[in-house]
């Protein structure tokens, strides 16, 4: 199943809700669904944004679903031995890090139009 759809289906939105958050048409969600058309950059973004998960989770390009995942599995061995006080100030490091790439990738995205 094609993920936009799975994450749309498991937060209960419609294609005509959807397509309203994204300011594209229900038939443009449709094409998403079905594969036809990809997203552009900034619908891939607000979609991380709506469903709290990876662009390339949503894109299918990883199974790794959130940052909080994301860091856990880069990180599972070099976090061993760390108490949960300074796991919990890595994430933090990390999600403003993840955070700061995004606007960047955002501007990046803008200049290129």
């Given amino acids: 199943m094609n993920r936009i759809k799975q994450l749309r289906e498991e937060n209960n939105i419609t294609q005509i809700q959807l397509a309203k958050k994204l300011n594209k048409t229900q038939q443009t969600i449709s094409l998403y669904e079905n594969g036809t058309n990809e997203p552009d950059l900034d619908s891939y973004i607000i ?67």
């Fill in 47 to 113: 979609l991380s944004q709506i469903f709290n998960c990876s662009i390339e989770y949503i894109a299918g390009k990883s199974d790794i679903r959130t940052i909080e995942q994301e860091f856990n599995f880069a990180y599972h061995k070099e976090s061993e031995g760390l108490s949960q006080d300074e796991i919990k100030e890595a994430l933090e490091i990390y999600k403003l890090y993840h955070k700061k790439n995004k606007k960047e990738e955002k501007k990046d995205s803008k200049k290129e139009k």
